[in-house]
């Protein structure tokens, strides 16, 4: 396994729409344990492959609490096949918009269709944490950031805010 770079806004490859997968194969099993050291190590909840540079419908996600054991869990070519009417507001961040967090709306509840780590096709309902945690992943997949739903202006402010702490970092770096 090898860690890999977690890119920022504004990198342009955020706003690519991720390509399907073809197969689940040991070269994508090699991409997905990556994906998920580099999470671990971030450290976060949820990866989505082009945040490492790679636009691929691949997510990562861990959502075990502090103190549980590790429960890995890999979406190739997630879908949502339903979502609720009833919505719920929730804090997030991301790994690709650095110490931005801010409340975003989302259907409280969505029913998920993925293949797996094996390439098994999985069907499940998601609530809580979790739909939470897959819509934002699979926003990345469509170029979509959290904070795309956002006011401009607080979009705007976010990006002003990663873009100055990479300067700033590079600045002490050098
Ligand atoms: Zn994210």
């Known amino acids: 396994m ?9 990198n342009p490859l955020l706003k690519k729409v991720s390509k399907p997968v073809e197969q689940v194969d040991d070269e994508l099993r090699v991409l997905m344990d990556d994906m998920l050291e580099t999470m671990y190590a971030a450290p976060g909840i949820g990866l ?7 636009p691929r ?18 979406f190739v070519n997630p879908e949502i096949t339903w979502r609720s009417d009833q919505l719920a507001v929730r804090e997030e961040g991301c790994l690709s918009v650095p110490d931005i967090y801010d409340e975003v ?16 096709t999985v069907e499940e309902d998601a609530e809580g944490l ?10 990345h997949l469509e170029g ?12 705007d402010r976010a990006v002003a805010k990663v873009k100055k702490a990479a300067k700033d970092g590079a600045e002490k770096a050098a």
């Open 2 to 10: 090898a860690l890999r770079e977690i890119i920022t806004v504004p």
């Open 48 to 54: 989505a492959a082009v945040q490492v540079g790679v």
């Open 57 to 74: 419908r691949v997510i990562v996600m861990d959502l075990a609490r502090e103190g549980e054991p590790p429960q890995p869990r890999y």
């Open 105 to 120: 709306e989302r259907p409280a509840q969505v029913g998920l269709r993925y293949m797996d780590y094996h390439g098994e």
């Open 130 to 139: 979790l739909a939470v945690c897959i819509q934002h992943e699979m926003d």
């Open 144 to 155: 979509v950031l959290f904070i795309d739903h956002l006011s401009r202006l607080n979009r």
